[in-house]
């Protein structure tokens, strides 16, 4: 079983690195995948050039693909159990506790989220959800949260 942790330090890095891979002014517009379903973090292109792979659709999917692999195959097979865990909006980015660690388990993997990484990727998301570009988006989180 292999346990991937993911820290404020490691959500902030993979936010910066999904920012920079797509450009800060990026924005996520696949509100839709090709099935119908809303927004996803992993999602089926639209094209059919491509194969129907999943591929990594919004900022917090292509950052924390970035991690690990792992977080591909999680994604991909429970996107609802991973928005619940990851973005938080029913409990309110205010009710995150930020020393408080959230554990899944999928797949012999474990996923460890400290309750801070948990906040800055709530925070992230939701901002790429009202429209914002990627760099608008990680800015909005990393000034919300000073480490």
């Not at 059919?48 to 195959?73: N, Q, W």
């Not at 159990?81 to 980015?93: K, Y």
Request: aromatic share 10%; charged share 30%; glycine share 6%.
């Amino acid at each position: 079983m292999k346990r991937i942790r993911v820290t404020y330090e490691t959500a902030r890095d993979a936010l910066i690195a999904a920012r920079d891979e797509r450009g800060a002014g990026f924005m996520y517009d696949q509100m839709f995948d090709s099935d119908g379903e809303g927004c996803r973090y992993l999602a089926r292109p639209r094209d059919a050039h491509f194969d129907d792979s999943p591929i990594p659709a919004c900022l917090v999917g292509v950052a924390l693909t970035t991690l690990d692999k792992a977080f591909e195959e999680w994604l991909d097979d429970d996107n609802e159990q991973a928005f619940d865990v990851i973005v938080r909006h029913e409990a309110g980015v205010e009710n995150i506790v930020d020393d408080a660690e959230y554990h899944i388990e999928y797949c012999g993997d474990e996923f460890v989220f400290e309750g801070i990484a948990v906040r800055l990727l709530t925070l992230a998301q939701s901002s790429q959800d009202t429209g914002n570009t990627w760099g608008e988006s990680v800015s909005y989180a990393l000034d919300r949260i000073k480490r």
